[in-house]
């Protein structure tokens, strides 16, 4: 009796207050007398599921199979059938009504085939939804009554320490839950392309736990189990990553309305801000970053940043470096505005900004009271690559959709937008400015192939 109830002392005391206290509160004796989080497995377990993906590749031959000696006896390579993989993961079903299952991207992206079992062993087809490599998430359907959704939780207000649960698929041998605390918040370097902020944790996770469930002994879903460092591609070491359920939402919300993700760019070219740069840029914070050079007809040069200015926070949250700048403007959506804080000449100035996406474009969308004539189109900066480069200036249609009003109308990609009614344009927002002064019918004046011509879309 005295060992249970130093061992109950013991994680009283080992976890801060707020939400960490509050965990510790699942472990009670239960009827048995036995500190348990059985009631908290069995709360959520049934929202876990596992996942088989059936994959195929072009059939492989022996070496020793391609010897002349016997060629005669073989068919063609080409004609041998392809061979079947199998592999296994996991996933947490976020919404039962409509069947949303989150989970990586890695465990899914080279599937022909993919099957969503339940744990009353119930199989179904899986549609994928859509995926995201940057952030390894991806989001499938299944078409399933009767279904078990995960509690979502807040991954902004974990702390080093708390303890989680982790729900997965481990090697394919079926559910398997395992426990430790977080180790760490914040962690990237593992996919330099990537857009990262892992969750580590020493919750054992495994090959095959990739899309299960990280929970807080509360209940709730924090993470997406994603990655782990092992020595040789070897089990579990104490060291696993997972994606915060936050970034997760966020990419799921885009991957359902679009099928992928538009992600918002500014258009500077920046590097960390260091002690000794601060010291040289008269600039109080710690953290942050420099900007180097501003890309010319992009967010940031219509807003009027300059390179030596110094970004300290975006919508007033820290910018811890480069890496988190990256994250927090990669993770909007083109066309959002958002709060840029940054230091020039020691004066603290704040500025409004509409992003363009991720590939230097921006989605020209209607302004309150405006016109909607280039809704559908994508437009980007003239540059070096385009014929018009030194003829004229404007703004390149990139992109049209069709059916579109602009399209209708006769504008083509790769036309130079000059003048909207007449009014000469050289940058995007110029031409959002453009339109918001024109409800009606607009005239947009254009380069193509050398000839200057005149487009009318009419509302």
Do not use: C
């Not at 497995?41 to 059939?59: F, G, K, L, M, T």
């Not at 994928?128 to 509690?151: K, N, Q």
């Not at 330099?192 to 054992?204: H, K, L, R, V």
């Amino acid at each position: 009796m005295l060992s249970r109830l130093a061992f109950l002392f013991v994680l009283s005391t080992s976890v801060a207050a707020g939400a960490a206290s509050a965990q510790v509160e699942a472990l009670e004796l239960d009827e048995r007398g036995i500190p348990t989080i059985a009631p908290l497995i069995d709360a959520v377990d049934d929202a876990v599921v596992n996942i088989a993906v059936v994959s195929e590749r072009p059939a492989q031959m022996s070496p020793l199979f391609r010897d002349p000696f016997f060629q005669p006896f073989l068919p063609p390579l080409d004609q041998l059938p392809p061979q079947r993989q199998m592999s296994a993961g996991s996933g947490g079903i976020i919404d039962a009504g409509e069947g949303f299952i989150l989970t990586n991207n890695h465990v899914i992206e080279n599937g022909d085939e993919i099957r969503v079992i339940l744990r009353d062993n119930r199989t179904f087809e899986a549609d994928l939804i859509g995926r995201d490599p940057s952030t390894d998430i991806a989001v499938l359907r299944i078409a399933a009554g009767e279904l078990t959704e995960v509690p979502l939780g807040n991954s902004e207000n974990l702390l080093v320490g708390d303890f989680v649960v982790a729900i997965g698929n481990p090697f394919g041998l079926g559910q398997t839950v395992t426990s430790g605390i977080i180790s760490a918040l914040g962690r990237s370097g593992i996919n330099p392309e990537g857009y990262e902020d892992f969750i580590q944790t020493d919750a054992s996770i495994n090959p095959g736990n990739s899309g299960g469930a990280l929970i807080t002994l509360d209940g709730n879903l924090v993470g997406i189990n994603t990655a782990i460092i092992a020595p040789n591609g070897g089990g579990n070491v104490g060291i696993g990553f997972a994606v915060p359920i936050n970034m997760a939402l966020a990419v799921m919300d885009q991957l359902v309305e679009f099928g992928e993700v538009q992600r918002g760019r500014l258009g500077v070219i920046i590097q960390d801000l260091t002690p000794d740069l601060a010291e040289a840029f008269d600039v109080e914070a710690e953290t942050g970053v420099i900007v180097n050079s501003v890309e010319p007809g992009m967010p940031a040069d219509d807003v009027g940043l300059a390179a030596g200015d110094v970004i300290v926070a975006v919508d007033g949250k820290t910018v811890e470096g480069s890496a988190d700048l990256r994250q927090k403007i990669g993770l909007r959506r083109p066309g959002d505005e958002i709060e840029i804080t940054y230091v020039r000449d020691g004066e603290r100035r704040m500025v409004e900004v509409a992003l363009a996406d991720a590939g230097g474009l921006r989605k020209t969308k209607r302004e309150p009271g405006g016109s909607d004539a280039l809704a559908g189109v994508h437009l980007s900066i003239l540059d070096g690559s385009h014929p018009a480069w030194g003829e004229v200036e404007g703004v390149v249609a990139s992109e049209i959709a069709p059916g579109s009003r602009a399209a209708r109308a006769g504008l083509e990609v790769g036309d130079v937008i000059t003048a909207v009614n007449r009014r000469s344009v050289e940058t995007i927002r110029e031409i959002d400015r453009a339109l918001k002064e024109a409800p009606g019918a607009v005239a947009l004046t254009i380069w193509r192939d050398g000839r200057t011509m005149l487009i009318v879309l009419r509302s």
